[in-house]
């Protein structure tokens, strides 16, 4: 896999396989510099650190080697193109995995190296040898860290003995990553065939991977398939923070490439900038785990595409859209504010007509451009901007949408986007609410209680439970038990939706456990209000026998027939008075203590702790 800059060689040598020994002189100059090289061990190593996409660490560095600065051999590719016409890729090989791991005596603790090594290398009898493991025995380093990272751009011909033999490192502690998958030969049987521990994206796949929906589906693909069987995957070649913010959507595990850091002598760690960058991402998108399509603003979905002045020529807008195929409109900015919309398929169109080229390819595209495309503000709601889009009309219901910040322009996204990422919410949403209530669970809850304990206004927290829920349940059964669960959900959200403040949460903890978080300490009149309508709408769920009587007979937990009033609802209430709480987890001790008095009586009541 060649690198950006230098043209990326393994460290192990034999990508030039197809250039038999002898195939050809080489430049007497370059032979002797060559020979001079390995005499002199005149090879510079330089390392890329392989970062997490999830908090900014360094996993590790990868080792590229390259001859003397300056010379006709410091090019990687022809350094390793001289050895494989000297017959010496060995040698070469030998030098640069010694200098390699000479310098890694320097390298920060834990961290893993990853040493490049051809197929046909591994099968090398001196390869196998033990030399590796008598340099890593002088230099005092541990093979758990060691791992071989096989390129797939040349091909294997008997994949059992090259199993073999990668068990046989393996087995000594050794870990294997598969280079450049997505290219090359046999991608996938070099996959299935070597169960490597680490996957390493071909950066061609990663490149303007923010802008071309195939090449995510193929990431994601591969990202489940790690997923299933305990791989981690290293995109490499991220170069843009709009490609970062892409793999880290997607969930890869690591990556490298010159946004990150560049190759250097140094074992140098991530920048700051970039490290804030990964961390902000990542608690946005485990915020995103709690928002859905009527609280998710538009601006976390924008992308930051450059605007064009409403004066450029269409000539410059067609080069822009040569430069990126998967580009369909350009939006038009002047002195920071947007100004109108141009679409590619209607401005083909408008050159496709005649004498249109020669109208239009010198002229500003101010004359073709939407002087009234679809702008919503950052914080605009997907839901609300959902109910915009369709109310556009057919021509331009899958335009662009502007998204402006402070009023200026921010980045725009499209109607693509905005669909997927409403169902990817309610996707989400859906794994962490209950199933039958549909209201979220525990996960949501206690993120939206420690919200609570973070803040700085007041709330409570209403903690509600139904009493002689379960001899109801044996005496009608599960099917009339459900529907008074989704009845006491209904009561409460109802009442919150009246009485409550506009960003009130309730959320279903299981079985006939519910909790609502309201940015208020007073809530005596919701607490009330909730009562007054179960205990109406109760009723409706017994016998007239039962009701006449006002109670049922069950048997307890010991087996034996005891009567049971109509059912109650219990609400224990803590507030935020006094700031006495500090994590989730004393707050819910305090509201169980507050549950256990309201329990001592036998009709529904609440009570609020002191």
């Not at 980045?411 to 997927?420: N, P």
């Not at 919410?425 to 420690?450: F, M």
């Not at 529907?483 to 009130?504: M, N, Y």
Request: proline share 4%; glycine share 6%; charged share 25%.
């Amino acid at each position: 896999m060649w690198d950006t800059s230098w043209g990326k060689i393994a460290t192990f040598a034999g990508f030039f396989t197809n250039i038999g020994p002898g195939a050809g002189m080489a430049d007497p100059d370059a032979a002797e510099l060559f020979h001079a090289i390995l005499e002199q061990n005149e090879i510079n190593t330089v390392f890329q650190p392989v970062i997490s996409l999830t908090d900014g660490t360094v996993i590790g560095y990868e080792a590229l080697s390259r001859g003397p600065q300056g010379s006709a051999l410091e090019r990687p590719s022809v350094l390793f193109e001289t050895a494989q016409r000297l017959n010496k890729l060995w040698e070469l090989e030998l030098l640069c995995r010694t200098a390699a791991l000479e310098q890694a005596k320097y390298m920060p603790p834990d961290k893993m190296l990853f040493l490049n090594v051809d197929p046909k290398i591994i099968h090398d009898v001196r390869f196998q040898k033990g030399l590796t493991t008598d340099l890593l025995d002088k230099y005092q380093l541990d093979p758990t860290g060691i791992i071989f990272e096989i390129t797939e751009k040349t091909s294997v011909e008997d994949y059992r003995s090259f199993r073999r033999v990668l068990d046989h490192y393996t087995g000594q502690g050794y870990k294997i990553a598969i280079d450049d998958t997505g290219s090359g030969y046999s991608g996938l049987r070099m996959l299935a065939e070597t169960r490597p521990q680490f996957i390493k994206m071909d950066m061609q796949l990663v490149r303007d991977i923010d802008k071309d929906h195939l090449k995510q589906a193929l990431i994601k693909a591969f990202y489940d398939f790690a997923i299933l069987t305990n791989m981690k995957i290293i995109a490499e070649g991220i170069e843009t923070v709009s490609e970062l913010y892409t793999l880290i959507d997607i969930g890869i595990h690591y990556g490298q490439g010159f946004l990150l850091q560049k190759p250097m002598p140094q074992f140098l760690d991530l920048r700051p900038d970039i490290r804030e960058l990964i961390q902000r991402k990542n608690k946005q998108k485990k915020k995103e785990t709690f928002y859905t399509a009527i609280t998710m603003p538009v601006g976390e979905i924008a992308r930051c595409d450059p605007p064009h002045n409403p004066d450029c020529s269409g000539a410059q807008a067609i080069e822009a859209f040569n430069h990126n195929l998967s580009l369909r409109g350009i939006p038009v900015v002047e002195d920071g504010r947007p100004v109108g919309l141009l679409m590619k398929d209607r401005f083909l169109a408008n050159l496709a007509t005649q004498y249109g080229v020669a109208i239009y390819m010198n002229r500003p595209i101010r004359l073709l451009m939407d002087r009234d495309p679809l702008v919503v503000d950052y914080h605009t709601s997907l839901e609300q901007v959902a109910k915009l889009v369709v109310a556009r009309t057919d021509d331009t219901l899958y335009d662009y949408i502007i998204v402006t910040k402070n009023e200026s322009y921010y980045g725009v996204t499209s109607v693509r986007r905005l669909l997927e990422k409403t169902t990817q919410l309610e996707i989400t949403r859906a794994k962490h609410c209950n199933p039958l209530s549909g209201l979220p669970g525990n996960i949501i809850i206690e993120d939206k209680i420690n919200r609570a304990l973070d803040g700085k206004s007041d709330f409570s927290i209403l903690y509600f439970d139904l009493d002689n829920f379960k001899p109801y349940n044996d005496t009608y059964g599960f099917e009339h038990g459900d529907k008074i669960l989704c009845l006491t959900a209904e009561v409460i959200r109802q009442q919150l939706t009246l009485l409550g403040p506009p960003d009130s949460f309730i959320g279903h903890i299981g079985g006939d456990d519910f909790i609502a978080v309201v940015h208020s300490a007073n809530v005596d009149q919701l607490c009330q209000a909730v009562i007054d309508n179960f205990d109406l709408r109760i009723r409706g769920f017994y016998t007239e026998e039962h009701l006449t009587n006002g109670f049922i007979i069950a048997k307890n937990r010991h087996g034996r027939e005891e009567r049971y009033p109509i059912m109650a609802i219990s609400i224990a209430v803590v507030t935020s008075k006094g700031r006495k709480f500090t994590n989730a987890t004393q707050l819910a001790e305090a509201a169980g203590e507050v549950k256990k008095q309201c329990k001592l009586t036998w009709h529904s009541c609440y009570k609020v702790a002191e």
